[in-house]
C-alpha cells in the first residue's frame, strides 16, 4: 500500500511498483505455503532477486525512472556474493534441510561439492569486479579496483576453509 502511495505521490513508473510486488512476493513465499521456493530447489533463486535484484533495481529506478544495462553490470558481482552467501548459510543446514527434503544445492549435492561451488563463484566474482575495474565500461565515478580487492577477502577465505575441509573428510 505505501508503495502504491509512494508511486502515485512521486509520479514513479507503474514499474517501481511491480518491483516492490515481485519482490514482496518472492520473499513471502521463500518458505510459505503453496509455492515454498526453498523446498523446490529455487532458494538460492529467490534470495538473489529479492536481495540483489529488486532491491537496487528498485532504487536506481526511483532515482533514474528508467532501467537500463548498466544496472545489470552493477548488480551481477552482488548477485554473484548474494548466491555464495546463500549457499555458506546452508551448509550448516546440511543433515536438518535433508531431513526436511528441503530441496537446495547442499542438501542436494552435499557438503564437499557445496564447497567447490563457492569456491568458484566467489573466484569468478572477484575476476568479475576486476574485469569492471579495468575495463571502466560502467563509470567513472565508482573505483571497482577496491571492490575487487576488497572481494579477495572472502576467496582467500573460501580457499584455506575448502582445503582444511578436502583435508578432514
Do not use: H
Request: proline share 4%.
Amino acid at each position: 500500500c505505501s508503495a502504491a502511495a509512494f508511486t502515485f505521490i512521486f509520479k514513479i513508473n507503474y514499474i517501481f511498483l511491480i518491483i516492490i510486488v515481485l519482490a514482496n512476493a518472492i520473499g513471502w513465499f521463500y518458505s510459505a505455503p503453496p509455492i515454498k521456493f526453498s523446498y523446490r530447489n529455487l532458494g538460492e533463486l529467490a534470495i538473489i532477486m529479492c536481495v540483489v535484484i529488486y532491491l537496487p533495481a528498485s532504487g536506481y529506478f526511483v532515482l533514474s525512472n528508467n532501467v537500463t544495462f548498466s544496472l545489470f553490470i552493477f548488480t551481477l558481482p552482488f548477485a554473484i556474493y548474494s548466491f555464495v552467501f546463500a549457499l555458506n548459510v546452508e551448509i550448516p543446514d546440511f543433515e536438518a534441510d535433508r531431513y526436511a527434503n528441503k530441496k537446495n544445492l547442499i542438501s542436494n549435492f552435499g557438503q564437499k561439492p557445496g564447497y567447490f561451488i563457492i569456491l568458484i563463484t566467489s573466484l569468478i566474482g572477484t575476476v568479475y569486479l576486476f574485469v569492471i575495474a579495468f575495463t571502466d565500461i560502467i563509470s567513472k565515478f565508482i573505483d571497482y579496483k577496491v571492490n575487487g580487492y576488497f572481494s579477495l577477502l572472502p576467496l582467500v577465505t573460501i580457499l584455506i576453509t575448502f582445503v582444511y575441509y578436502i583435508r578432514i573428510k
